[in-house]
């Protein structure tokens, strides 16, 4: 089937997974208008797809809103969604952006964020506080009665080396003197206004808190490690690793990720985090082994330096127990899938 096939082009077998996944859950949406910011970036990507695919597929009568920094560059890219009748387009900033009189939203999912890796620390920390304030208030104010928040496993700060995986309830924070902190420290207030506002409002605000990630329509040249070793690994070349690849990751194929948030916009207790990652702990370096060996490459995997003795390996790695026991979610597709179908989907969407 060719990717302009399906909405975003995203896998056909990807989106039924989705949509059996949520289930009757997906009746909730009929008749609904859904609020989603962040629309256009990867996870957005994955959620708008989905949430057309439900749409059309059960005839759910239902349209979302989508806040975007750049509707018309999103619009060329992919020219098949133009038009879409369920969607209607809004270019604005999350901080700034205001809905009409009118503009009634049931449901709302706040994804707009800034790339951690921002030079500009100050803009991280503003769009993160700002954009999640001024989000509050237009749901607040277009009569939104569930949102869903997406956070970060980044707000527990560094994982300690005695700590196997991180829960929902670990205390640990970012060093809030280290600049290139703004990120989890911003996404540590966004919880928090959500908090309040669920309090003050009697909105429901479950908050999702998202590890690491695989699939179509990650960037393969950016500062993703999967995403770049399954890029040199199509080209046939050695895999670079940067530093000693002994840091610990666990990654969540994207047909689960959005399988997973969507019940926790609907499912999700409110002002309650769940963390949403992968289960399956792989260092760095073991990593490119599993590109290589998943994609048949030819290609090396070539490490910068040696690890130090004695050092403990860095990780960031999520406990899954809590979104398992309350919500029956669990990882479906596992890693060597998730790479396969993420380079067969790269190679396909090549112009």
Same mark, same amino acid.
């Given at each position: ?11 056909? %077998? ?18 609904? =208008? ?42 060329? &890219?992919?020219? %098949? ?13 999350? =901080? ?18 800034? !790339? ?24 607040? &104010? ?11 496993? *980044? ?8 700590? %196997? ?31 309040? *506002? ?6 429901e605000i479950p908050v999702a808190r998202c590890f690491a990630f695989v699939g179509p329509h990650l960037p393969l040249d ?7 070793? +399954?890029? *040199?690994?199509?080209?046939? %070349?050695?895999?670079? +690793? ?26 999700? &207790? ?5 963390? !949403? ?14 590109? +290589? ?14 690890? &130090? ?10 406990d899954l127990q809590r979104v398992e026991s309350e919500l029956g979610l669990r990882v479906r597709i596992d890693l060597d899938?998730? +790479? ?12």
């Amino acid at each position: 089937m060719a990717l302009s096939a399906t909405p975003l082009g995203l896998p056909p %077998e990807d989106l039924a997974h989705v949509l059996d996944g949520v289930g009757g859950d997906w009746q909730a949406l009929r008749g609904q =208008r859904l609020l989603l910011t962040g629309g256009t970036g990867f996870i957005g990507k994955w959620l708008l797809g989905s949430f057309l695919w439900a749409n059309r597929t059960l005839a759910l009568d239902a349209r979302v809103l989508v806040l975007s920094r750049n509707v018309p560059s999103f619009r060329v &890219q992919h020219p %098949e969604l133009a038009d879409a009748p369920e969607i209607e387009w809004m270019q604005g900033d999350v =901080r700034s952006f205001t809905l009409a009189p009118g503009q009634s939203c049931g449901w709302a999912i706040h994804a707009a964020t800034d !790339v951690a890796l921002n030079p500009k620390p100050a803009e991280v920390l503003d769009v993160c506080v700002h954009g999640t304030q001024n989000m509050l208030m237009q749901a607040r &104010q277009s009569g939104v009665g569930r949102l869903l928040l997406l956070s970060s496993g *980044a707000v527990y700060g560094r994982q300690p080396s005695f700590m %196997e995986r991180l829960p929902e309830d670990f205390s640990g924070s970012p060093d809030c003197l280290v600049p290139s902190s703004a990120y989890g420290e911003g996404k540590r207030v966004s919880e928090l206004l959500c908090a309040m *506002a669920a309090a003050e409002t009697g909105m429901e605000i479950p908050v999702a808190r998202c590890f690491a990630f695989v699939g179509p329509h990650l960037p393969l040249d950016r500062q993703f490690a999967i995403g770049n070793f +399954i890029a *040199a690994a199509l080209r046939g %070349e050695d895999l670079d +690793i940067q530093g000693d690849g002994t840091p610990l990751r666990s990654y969540l194929y994207a047909a689960d990720l959005a399988l997973w948030l969507w019940t926790l916009l609907f499912r999700g &207790q409110s002002s309650r985090a769940y963390n !949403v990652g992968g289960h399956e702990s792989v260092s760095i370096a073991h990593l490119a082994q599993r590109v +290589i060996a998943a994609l048949g490459a030819t290609s090396t995997a070539k490490i910068a330096r040696q690890p &130090q003795a004695g050092v403990p390996a860095q990780a960031y790695l999520p406990d899954l127990q809590r979104v398992e026991s309350e919500l029956g979610l669990r990882v479906r597709i596992d890693l060597d899938a998730a +790479i396969q179908r993420t380079a067969r989907w790269a190679q396909k969407a090549r112009p």
